[in-house]
């Protein structure tokens, strides 16, 4: 009987692994593992967090696919452990894939007055996790946003801001939609571009992924 690979997958910034519910990979070939949001510890680094959660995995050579944050997250995961591959939806390579108002957070220090008990409030969440074209589905995005600790909020947000890599990993595969409004398509290089794809395409573009990802995961 042939192993199956490991797949292992971190969700956006504040969100549970829900988002990942309409992602279905065939089983006979893929074993799926949901990976889940911590509260860092104080002063945590992206790194050693990045560590902390690499140590939950239990297989050799595991896929891994991160959204958005947890695009950076699973990047900074993989010079800890072997991979067979690094799939990153919906996130950057770089900062330099920043849109503009982040890097002018970085440089202002703004960040620090993002209002973060706040973002515990699901709509701004909702605004500041998947994008503004926001619609009444805010009840459907609250069920995703779980991960409401103020500790984190603040950690995550100065984490993505100060994120230091400039030079991309080769062996990252990014699929992005070129209607994403949180990493403007724009300033995105070398990616697999989704149509009409926009921050929140790991829910609706999920068809898109469910019939792509097993060919890009085993190419």
Not at 68 to 92: D, N
């Amino acid at each position: 009987m042939m192993t199956k690979i490991p797949v292992y997958m971190m969700p956006g910034l504040a969100a549970s692994s829900s988002i990942f519910e309409r992602i279905i990979l065939p089983d006979d070939i893929f074993e799926t593992v949901l990976l889940e949001w911590e509260i860092p510890f104080d002063k945590e680094t992206l790194p050693d967090y990045a560590k902390r959660i690499a140590n939950k995995i239990q297989h050799q050579n595991p896929v891994l696919i991160g959204v958005s944050f947890g695009g950076i997250l699973v990047q900074e995961m993989a010079k800890c452990i072997e991979t067979r591959k690094v799939i990153i939806i919906s996130s950057v390579k770089t900062n330099l894939e920043f849109p503009r108002r982040m890097k002018v957070a970085k440089t202002t220090k703004a960040y620090k007055l993002i209002p973060t008990n706040l973002l515990a409030n699901v709509e701004s969440l909702t605004k500041f996790s998947f994008g503004f074209k926001i619609d009444q589905r805010l009840k459907l995005y609250e069920k995703f946003l779980r991960v409401r600790d103020k500790r984190y909020l603040d950690w995550a947000v100065e984490q993505v801001i100060l994120w230091e890599r400039t030079v991309a990993d080769e062996k990252v595969i990014h699929i992005h939609g070129d209607e994403d409004d949180v990493f403007f398509f724009f300033y995105i290089k070398n990616c697999i571009v989704v149509k009409g794809g926009t921050h929140i395409m790991i829910l609706a573009k999920y068809k898109w992924l469910n019939e792509n990802l097993p060919r890009i995961i085993l190419e």
